[in-house]
């Protein structure tokens, strides 16, 4: 795996770090830090995107506190570095990976031991290496929420014979109301109920070929969801009611489907959250470990939560090439788009010199951005302007390599997933 032993330096070599804060506004977003940032990648050409190991660290530690003692999953999708993977993973707080593809799986578990793919797969080249494999096949778990995925798999790897083929059982998680007419959340798994996980359970311990070792849940209403968006006081109000209903009767669905699945097969794991709901779901009692990535980053998404704010850590710096008008300066590309459904919020966001603001024509685009605001009149052809991307690991997309800043130099460039010449989605 590609690594770098400064990535995040063992806690016996490291310098004492402040404590994690609760904050209500972005702590990079000052001169200082922005200064800092200028100051390291001074020889570097945009476009370019960077890490602040120090966001990052305090990141990593305030994650690990909000799980209470419960083992953090580390999702790779919102990461797309296996450096900064691997430097997570040495943490204290965190095992394993939630991959989002079973070619990434693989890839990973060549070094990491415990890979649980996040969503069903119907990659045969990728089932038919995985169910050939003794090593892989201890190492990867497949997800699975219906009786066609276990017959896909079998077509591929047979029904016996070969090394067992590790499965999840993925539950859904979103709140339904009006009898099911009202589906709050992503649309996932089929398997609601108590009865419809032990017959799955049952079509799974079955098949010869299958071992069932875990049981999934993903509650993005609630963890992928800010309760404090900008706007309607009143909207802000619903969304926190209906996440205090879905998570209290989630709580009590997911702790008797958890209860009545152990009872046909042991369960090694129980993964459920993510960045946005690490306290309430590791509190459950059923819950064994829970999942998160985005927040190591910081990215704006994380801006619109009440009860907590990852600090900024990932930034990408364009070049201004126009000055079209006096308070307008244009930056060459920058349509670097979060994924869901299209609006406003999936848009990059300029953040230094602060003042900047996209156009509602224009919006980010694929070969120029132009920027409004006072700050625009002090830009020249050839400053820089900082950005905040949406969503985390989805930044990765963009750029061959990370440039790790510590303080005010850069200590390390590690490779994203792009840079190593994979692109799995």
Known sequence: MTTSPDVIPDRADRAPQPAPRRIGAPRTTHGAGFSALERATRELDP?????????????????????????????????????????????????????????????????VDDVVVGYPSADRAALRRLAGDERLASRVTLMIDSADQLDLVETVAGTRGGPPIRVCLDLDASLELAGGRVHLGPLRSPVRTPEQAVDLAREI??????????????????????????????ARAQIRAMQRASASELRTRRAAVVAAVAAIAPLEFVNGGGTGSIEA?????????????????????????????????????????????????????????????????????????????????????????????????DLHVGDRVWFRHTKAGELCEHVNELHLVDGDEIVAAVPTYRGEGKAFL
């Open 47 to 111: 476009p370019f995107a960077v890490v602040d190991l120090s966001g990052l660290r305090l990141n990593v530690a305030e994650m690990v506190r909000r799980a209470g003692g419960k083992p953090i999953r580390l999702a790779s999708k919102s990461v797309r570095c296996r450096a900064l993977i691997d430097g997570v993973l040495r943490e204290p707080g965190y095992r394993g990976v939630l991959a989002f593809t079973l070619p990434e799986a693989l890839w990973l578990a060549e070094e």
């Open 281 to 377: 779901t590791s509190a459950e009692d059923a819950i064994t470990e829970v999942a998160a990535g985005s927040g190591l980053y910081g990215p704006t998404l994380f801006d619109t939560y009440q009860g907590f704010h990852p600090l900024p850590a990932a930034f990408f710096a364009l070049s201004v090439v126009r000055r079209p008008a006096a308070k307008v300066a244009t930056v060459l590309g920058g349509g670097w788009i979060a994924s869901g459904a299209s609006g406003a919020d999936r848009l990059p966001t300029p953040v230094w010199p602060s003042g900047l603001r996209l156009t509602k024509l224009e919006g980010a685009g694929e070969v120029q951005t132009p920027l409004r605001g006072d700050a625009a009149a």
């Open 205 to 234: 311990t079955a098949r010869p070929r299958f071992a069932l070792v875990g049981l999934m849940s993903y509650e993005g209403q609630i963890a992928g969801v800010g309760d404090n968006a900008p706007g309607s006081p009143l």
